[in-house]
């Protein structure tokens, strides 16, 4: 069973910065891909960044330049930060994994149950 637990989130003035760490864990052989995605009310989820093969990242235009996104050394956990975080980018934030359970096996989606992040005064 693969679990990816999501925590950071929480409340931040605008102009803030937050970190969010996502853990994954469970049998599984290799890790292909992690990202972070966001779903404000009334719309609908959207990536925010996503490092593949611990290396290469790619980033929503909106968050170029503020939000980090990296891996640590054995790739089963991912962080974000955030900077000079905005009013609109308040969300609930996302992990995903894009995954192998086996050598053999296809590669899966896995999401986690999300973090709140709430920029306001």
């Known amino acids: 069973q693969v679990r990816l637990v999501e925590s950071g989130g929480g409340l931040v003035p605008p102009g803030g910065s937050l970190r969010l760490f996502c853990v994954a864990s469970?049998?599984?052989?290799?890790?292909?891909?992690m990202g972070w995605y966001r779903q404000a009310p009334g719309k609908q989820r959207e990536l925010v960044a996503r490092?593949?093969?611990?290396?290469?990242?790619n980033y929503a235009d909106s968050v170029k330049g503020r939000f980090t996104i990296s891996t640590n050394n054995t790739k089963n956990t991912v962080y974000l930060q955030m900077n000079s975080l905005k009013p609109e980018e308040t969300a609930v934030y996302y992990c995903?994994?894009?995954?192998?359970?086996?050598?053999?096996?296809?590669?899966?989606?896995?999401w986690g149950q999300g973090t709140q992040v709430t920029v306001s005064s």
């Open positions: 469970g049998s599984i052989f290799s890790i292909n891909a």
């Open positions: 490092i593949t093969s611990g290396v290469r990242t």
């Open positions: 995903n994994a894009e995954l192998k359970l086996t050598p053999w096996g296809t590669t899966s989606t896995y």
